[in-house]
């Protein structure tokens, strides 16, 4: 026989017609872990640009290399003698009075001539040709832009104890630098 359906007891609380949905605090949880990985990406990229080099005054600057007398200069200035301590304080002097003038180095022939043999080591032929005293002592002067680099060259050029002046080319942007490039 059939038995009838059971009754429902009014006073029993109702069992839930589905399981808590969990489902919003996944996508919570996903959210702030989506949210803490972009903050901390952008984080990372904020402190390497600000850590990376600046570009907006050292672009501009340019190189000047003034180059001393020596013995074997072809300039008739020089009268094939060397630059005096005199005439190399006296350049030096007035390249640090000069406007615009950011830095000034002082590299001897000695320096100069050392690093003609690293630069040109694979050319004996060159090193062959060339002795201690041949590659002439300078000063690299970095300067503020074209306009004091030409000022620069004009001012030494012709100067008592100085050979050649030469503005050195901004190299290519990303090229390699080359040794002597003034940096």
Known sequence: MNAPPPVPD????EPPSRPPARRP??????????LIVL??????????RRDA??????SSEVTVSVF??????????????NATAQQKAEVETELKRMPGVRR????????????????????????????LGDIPDSYRVRVAGDR??????GSMRGRPGV????????????????PFSGT
Request: hydrophobic share 40%; proline share 7%; with cysteine.
């Open 39 to 48: 903050l901390g990406t952008t984080a990372v990229f904020v402190w390497k």
């Open 163 to 178: 050979d050649q002046v030469t503005i050195q080319p901004r190299p290519a942007a990303g090229a390699r630098r080359g």
């Open 104 to 131: 000034v180095e002082y590299e001897s022939f000695e320096e100069a001539y050392e690093r003609f043999k690293k630069v040109f080591a694979d050319r004996p032929d060159l090193l062959r040709s060339a002795r």
């Open 53 to 58: 080099p600046t570009t907006t005054k050292s």
């Open 148 to 153: 004091e680099a030409a000022a620069l060259q």
């Open 10 to 13: 009014p006073t029993a609380p």
């Open 68 to 81: 001393l007398c020596t013995r074997t200069a072809t300039n008739p200035k020089c009268g094939r003698t």
């Open 25 to 34: 605090v996944l996508v919570a949880a996903v959210a702030a872990l989506v």
